[in-house]
């Protein structure tokens, strides 16, 4: 029997959690980190949870602050791409990379704190919100903003064998090595792939790894 994640898409919920961990923390933090925090075991969606964050900036509960650098680079590439779309013409692969990296930094460089009204909207709601959930969000933004705090870096390599390719990939910081992970893989294509998403998105397969060994979430029968 497969086990995951109850599923949270209620929007009030979502928008309390939010709440909860900006008020918990008490600081700036960029968009990037807050979604990977509230998406730590897969209950919320990446989509519901950037709606949920656009409508409480727009509401005045959390505060927006984005460098203005990002924002010029941000709206330069959007213009571009509704320019490749008024002329009908497809998006090369180049330009559609560049503009996602573009939108990753953005996130990276668009900072949000809960307002005063936001702490008053959380008081008022109480309860009204998982203790489970609360629970886990505290943990995995604990575990999230040490990870991010200890100087990590990733490294990967691909080892050529006789019958097939070995995929290695680890996560260390100044004293030690915070995961490491081997995968054999037939093709060199394939493991070209995977060393590329790895490089590109370990803190998610850190997240990923962590909650299947405490069994926040579990995938397996």
Not at 16 to 35: A, H, M, N, Q, V
Not at 147 to 170: M, P, Q, R, W, Y
Request: with cysteine; net charge negative.
């Amino acid at each position: 029997m497969n086990h995951t994640p109850r599923k949270i898409t209620d929007e009030k919920k979502i928008k309390i959690l939010i709440l909860y961990l900006l008020d918990f923390l008490d600081r700036e933090i960029d968009k990037s980190t807050l979604g990977e925090i509230i998406q730590w075991d897969g209950s919320i969606n990446y989509f519901f949870f950037c709606d949920a964050l656009g409508k409480l900036a727009d509401t005045g509960l959390v505060s927006c602050r984005l460098e203005p650098q990002a924002k010029l680079e941000f709206e330069r590439e959007q213009a571009e791409k509704r320019l490749t779309e008024e002329l009908g013409e497809k998006e090369s692969v180049e330009d559609m990379t560049r503009r996602l990296a573009a939108e990753r930094r953005r996130e990276r460089d668009e900072m949000y704190k809960i307002t005063p009204l936001g702490r008053e909207v959380l008081q008022a709601a109480g309860n009204d919100v998982l203790e489970n959930a609360k629970d886990k969000l505290l943990r995995s933004s604990t575990r999230l903003l040490a990870f991010n705090s200890t100087g990590k870096h990733f490294v990967s390599d691909i080892e050529e064998l006789a019958d097939g390719f070995n995929l290695h990939c680890a996560i260390k910081d100044r004293r030690h090595v915070l995961m490491s992970l081997s995968v054999f893989l037939d093709r060199r294509d394939e493991a070209e792939f995977m060393k590329n998403q790895f490089l590109d998105r370990a803190e998610i397969v850190y997240r990923g790894a962590i909650a299947l060994l405490t069994g926040e979430v579990r995938y397996w029968s």
